[in-house]
């Protein structure tokens, strides 16, 4: 191993040993499945903004989005305004609703249990049938996190493919199962302020190398001047109103990932929102416009030039060729932040619906609160074994894991979720006929190709979830008293909140 492999070796080793003393810390403050699966609802602004977007950009933020940027160029700015503005939709309609009303309707701790308790289903159904399509997306979700750190081990220290996914899944099993969500929250807050200095150092660093901006574009150019048009794509064809579509049809996923609407849920008040919100989409904006210029800068910086799912590493090339050992492994920590911060989080979310609503909800009702903090550090463990075997094929790319369990939720979830905190004539039939039309398009959908069937599948199953509830509500029995009475409740606190103005 090298001089500059050491430095940046201890380097990775400093920052394990930092997260396992924050999730040593947060297990001693962990005394219930609320705390391990919600933090006690008490995130302050600041943690929560940070944790959900650290939590939603993951490892694709760091290789998949500058990967696309490098291969496609200004294309990309179609997908990180879909992201943007999916990001600034979210806080603004659903973070003050669902915080509020997750707490009225049974301080309900996961998504499935707040739509069992907000539609009074006894039967349970809607409550399993969510917490069904939570595992399987997620299993996706986290392997494409186990990917982009089986990468990243394997282009750093050249080790073997499997054994970098094995120490990056034991890493994440390690400070997840034990401190919960108090650790995941603390550990996303300082992974978020690393990602962002790292996305904003590279690609200022690149093109302060290159020349300024104007150099660096002119050298894009000289590659290939079809990669500085947004209109077209990198072989110079139109894009399409279907391709323009699917990458700003990314941003209707936000209203239904389960792992950023838990910040929602566990940040300490409604009046601790809007300042969040500023905070995240700051945060937001600063990320995606780094990672796509990285992506772009390495066009004109890297020769040899990268080739196919090799693109995804163009961060990592950059890095390496433009820093001290010191600098390079705080700017690589970076991505193993990214990567961390997403999975941690997607396993926690998991291990909930796998905990508290088909085992206690369904298997054993009467389950300690002991038992179940210890079944959900087991889940934690069984779930990301299983995402580690999905994870073990090195061709596998990040960005479309992602995209196809970003689809999953975004469909599944979001329309149920938004009409549910916005529409009181929606009932039990109307969600539960929503979850199923949305997951199951975005299965169905992603099996097919050509013509329209190129959209990506988020859009169809979104709109056909909403049409779904929109129907099988209206076709069905209003809702009770009791449920028309807790919307109202709902809606009265959140009109007494504070207003959202600039100097809170």
Not at 475 to 480: D, H, I, K, Q, V
């Amino acid at each position: 191993m090298s001089t500059d492999q050491i430095v940046i070796s201890l380097t990775f080793l400093v920052y394990l040993l930092l997260l396992f003393a924050i999730g040593w810390s947060a297990y001693t403050r962990t005394r219930d499945l609320g705390d391990f699966i919600l933090g006690g609802r008490r995130l302050g602004s600041w943690t929560a903004a940070l944790s959900a977007g650290a939590s939603d950009m993951s490892g694709w933020l760091l290789l998949g989005l500058p990967g696309f940027a490098y291969l496609s160029g200004m294309e990309s700015v179609w997908l990180a305004a879909g992201l943007l503005a999916g990001t600034w939709l979210n806080w603004r309609t659903m973070a003050a609703p669902l915080r509020s009303y997750s707490e009225i309707a049974g301080n309900s701790l996961t998504i499935p249990a707040f739509l069992r308790q907000r539609f009074r289903d006894d039967s349970g159904l809607i409550q399993v049938v969510s917490a069904s399509f939570i595992l399987l997306f997620f299993v996706f979700y986290t392997s494409s996190g186990l990917v982009a750190g089986g990468k990243l081990f394997q282009s750093v220290f050249g080790l073997d493919y499997t054994w970098a996914v094995v120490i990056g899944t034991c890493a994440i099993i390690l400070y997840t199962a034990v401190g919960g969500f108090l650790a995941v929250s603390w550990t996303d807050l300082m992974q978020a302020l690393l990602m962002v200095a790292a996305l904003i150092a590279v690609p200022v660093m690149a093109i302060n190398e290159l020349g300024g901006i104007d150099t660096t574009f002119n050298l894009v150019k000289q590659t290939n001047p079809d990669l500085l048009d947004a209109m077209t794509s990198n072989e110079g064809a139109g894009l399409s109103l279907i391709s323009v579509l699917s990458l700003l049809g990314w941003g209707l996923g936000y209203f239904g990932q389960p792992h950023i609407l838990a910040r929602f849920k566990g940040i300490e008040s409604v009046a601790a929102i809007p300042k969040a919100r500023r905070i995240a989409v700051s945060w937001t904006f600063l990320t995606l416009t780094g990672a796509s210029l990285a992506g772009i800068a390495g066009i004109g910086y890297l020769d040899p030039p990268l080739i196919g799912a090799d693109s995804e590493k163009v961060f990592i090339q950059l890095v390496g060729l433009l820093f001290h050992p010191v600098i390079a492994g705080i700017c690589l920590a970076a991505i193993l932040a990214a990567i961390m911060s997403t999975a941690d989080s997607q396993l926690l979310v998991a291990s909930s619906a796998l905990t508290a609503d088909l085992y206690k909800g369904i298997i054993r009702k009467t389950a300690t609160t002991r038992e179940l903090m210890w079944v959900g550090r087991i889940t934690v463990i069984l779930i990301a074994f299983i995402a580690f075997l999905l994870a073990l094929n090195p061709e596998s790319k990040v960005l479309d894991l992602v995209a196809y369990a970003w689809a999953g939720f975004g469909a599944a979830l979001g329309p149920t979720l938004l009409l549910s905190l916005y529409w009181k004539r929606m009932n039990r039939m109307g969600a539960l006929a929503g979850i199923l039309a949305g997951g199951i398009t975005v299965v169905i959908w992603k099996q097919l190709s050509g013509g329209i069937f190129d959209l990506y599948e988020i859009i169809p199953g979104f709109i056909l979830s909403s049409i779904a509830i929109i129907l099988f509500s209206m076709m069905s029995r209003e809702p009770g008293a009791e449920i028309v009475a807790e919307y109202a409740r709902v809606k009265e606190t959140i009109a007494q909140r504070p207003p959202d103005n600039l100097s809170r």
